[in-house]
């Protein structure tokens, strides 16, 4: 299997502007979880999936930020406006969860640098 | 709220033991733990779950102790690939189901030769 893919892998924008970052995850797993990871807050989970549906989103900053899993194979992270305090490392992960489990081990995808000036 | 995780750093010379700890405020259902290497995704070693068990392969192992809402992480005869970044990441218990996974800061291990 390719692993979990993520596009695009660095991402300069300005402030303002729509940023959407994507996910494949691996095939068969049923579990997503997006991710932001910065030097001052560590890696910070911001949403999960469970079978496609949004299980617990208490960890996205703001209504700025919003995730969609439309199918089992993708998955976007869209912030819209963008702000400099954004910049970050941005890791997808999917797992294969056994019913009654929140979570298993997670396999990452390789990160989306994103850069907002 | 953040699992506090100590040492910050650490820096062995190979060969050497290291231990890295994962403490809790509340009371755990699970401790997960993951190393992530510079630039690099964060790469799963092990869960333990509630139970107090003990888990390890080759010569890295962990400990869930319960009582104590803590886990360690046991890198025995350190090698150089064991470089980089150690995550523990605990899932809480509360009245109205688990909390969703939260990681530590991070424990930078760097093995010298």
């Known amino acids: 299997d390719a692993g979990v893919i993520q596009s695009p892998r660095h991402e300069v924008t300005e402030m303002g502007q729509e940023v959407t970052l994507r996910c494949k995850p691996i095939s068969g797993h049923n579990s997503l979880f997006w991710y932001r990871q910065t030097m001052m807050r560590g890696l910070e989970l911001l949403i999960y999936?469970?079978?496609?549906?949004?299980?617990?989103d208490s960890g996205m900053p703001e209504d700025r930020f919003s995730a969609k899993m439309p199918n089992a194979s993708f998955s976007t992270l869209k912030i819209q406006p963008s702000e400099p305090r954004d910049s970050a490392v941005y890791f997808c992960?999917?797992?294969?969860?056994?019913?009654?489990?929140?979570?298993?081990?997670?396999?990452f995808g390789p990160g989306t640098r994103l850069t907002v000036l | 709220q953040q699992p506090v995780q100590s040492p910050q750093a650490v820096i062995l010379r190979e060969g050497e033991d290291a231990v890295i700890n994962c403490s809790s405020s509340?009371?755990?259902?699970?401790v997960h733990w993951y190393r992530q290497k510079h630039g690099e995704a964060p790469v799963f070693l092990m869960i333990?779950?509630?139970?107090?068990e003990q888990k390890g392969h080759d010569k890295i192992s962990a400990s869930f102790n319960e009582k104590k809402q803590q886990s360690s992480l046991y890198l025995t005869a350190s090698q150089l690939s064991y470089s980089g970044t150690y995550f523990c990441?605990?899932?809480?218990?509360?009245?109205?189901?688990?909390?969703?996974?939260?990681f530590g800061t991070g424990t930078r291990l760097t093995i010298i030769p």
């Open positions: 992960a999917s797992s294969l969860t056994p019913g009654g489990w929140s979570y298993n081990e997670q396999f």
């Open positions: 509340k009371a755990l259902y699970s």
């Open positions: 990441g605990t899932e809480r218990e509360s009245n109205f189901g688990n909390e969703k996974l939260t």
């Open positions: 333990l779950l509630k139970g107090g």
């Open positions: 999936f469970n079978n496609n549906v949004p299980i617990d």
